[in-house]
């Protein structure tokens, strides 16, 4: 069965940083577009981060451009997520995701509905 194993969150404090990663189990996640999202208590599941195929056109929440840095390694098959000076309202827990349905996509989308593959999720809080 596939899988996207995600690693990397925890607890930190307020302007401090978080490196997330999430590895898939097959070769074939190469060729997705990848996504992070997160949701925190009561609230939906928001876009995070994307990227496409290739490297291309990262893209960003408005409310972590400037801070948060999206990358993928395709010999590890792995997409990975740099949080830098973090806020408490960061808190939240972290999913990865792969859109499968639209292979070789260079322009990630940003709707959690065009993402039909999803990590396991894993908690990241940001104490103040």
């Known amino acids: 069965q596939v899988q996207l194993v995600e690693s990397g969150g925890g607890l930190v404090q307020a302007g401090g940083s978080l490196s997330r990663s999430c590895a898939a189990s097959?070769?074939?996640?190469?060729?997705?577009?990848l996504g992070w999202f997160r949701q925190a208590p009561g609230k939906e599941r928001v876009f995070v981060s994307a990227?496409?195929?290739?490297?291309?056109?990262?893209r960003y929440g408005d409310s972590v451009k400037g801070r948060f840095t999206i990358s993928r390694a395709n010999a590890k098959n792995t997409v990975y997520l740099q949080m830098n000076t973090l806020k408490p309202e960061d808190t939240a827990v972290y999913y990865c995701?792969?859109?499968?349905?639209?292979?070789?996509?260079?322009?990630?989308?940003?709707?959690?509905?065009?993402?039909?593959?999803w990590g396991q999720g894993t908690q990241v809080t940001v104490s103040s």
């Open positions: 990227i496409g195929w290739g490297g291309g056109t990262p």
């Open positions: 097959e070769r074939t996640f190469n060729n997705y577009a």
């Open positions: 995701a792969a859109d499968r349905s639209r292979p070789f996509r260079t322009v990630p989308g940003f709707d959690r509905d065009e993402y039909d593959y």
